[in-house]
């Protein structure tokens, strides 16, 4: 009786053994082939104008609608801000539910040529950080986009930024729901927000 | 030809932004020239316009110049493999029969070392070189950073 209780205990243990090594096998496995769609939490620590630093756990609770750009960008960044401006605008009593945020890939100039005064322009709602060289390229990285100084004696100040110039929107616990490829329209944004919130 | 001429007339007796009002030049028509406003000058600001080439013969742009930039320059913005970067362009090609745009994401008149701010409600002008049809002035329009192109069918009625 005993061993036999003890090989039913033994077989159970077995079981749930050989459960939970497919368990493990089956994570890994399917991990690569979700690589690029598996969520995940970005996060950044980076200061706005005024040297508040911000990190995703102060927006908790709200989705956030995360750009990375330059301010002496006269055509991709503005064309994005403008979007999301009209977004905001539009989501009407929903958009304290939603910050948007951008994020400068040009930290240094734009801290020199302000920063905030650029973002309100387009929407008061926008708040723009600037960290230093290792915070930007930890929020890039994080967020899994590519920047880039390039050299360019006409450029002002003799460089330009080449950047991802998607839009990505984060969750309210943080995690990365999805981008909206450069140039989606404002009504398609904002249709998507409105499903979620 | 003949509803262009009509379309002028409209415009100029309309209260119509300079935007609006086209400009021609050879077999080329130069209209919806307009800018976004800056916030001071440090920053380089930006130059849409749309060209028809009615001709037989493909034209290209060649340069722009204007007083309200120290360098103004011809750009194209390209996104390759997710990356945004603008290269300069040396020509903006206009074929015989199209209508070509420079228009935010692709080419744009990057207008580097501004003299002044451009205040939303003001104009400028720039002078546009082409290969063929030699030179042409416009009246830029100064809209809202905000803007995405002027109203023209509004502002035609
Ligand atoms: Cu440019």
Redesign the pocket.
Known sequence: MRLTRLQKALWAAAGIAVLAYGALLWGPYRAPALVSEAPFRPTFSLPDDAGRLYSPADFAGKHLLVFFGFTNC??VCPTTLSEVAQVIDDLGPDADKVQPLFISIDPERDRRLGLAAFTAAFHPAIIGLAGDADQTRAAADSFRIHFAREDDAAAPDGYTMSHSPALYLIGPEGDWLRQFTYGTPASEILADLKSRL | MKSVALFAALTLTAPAAFACEPFAVGDLTIEHAWSRATIGADR?G?FYVEITNAGSADDALVGIATPAAGMPML?E?VVTDGIAS?PHSMSVPVPAGQTVALAPGGY?G?LMGLVTALKEGGSFPVTLTFQRAGEVTVTVDVLSMRAEGPDCAHAGQ
């Open positions: 006269p055509d | 380089p930006v750009h913005t603008m744009h990057m």
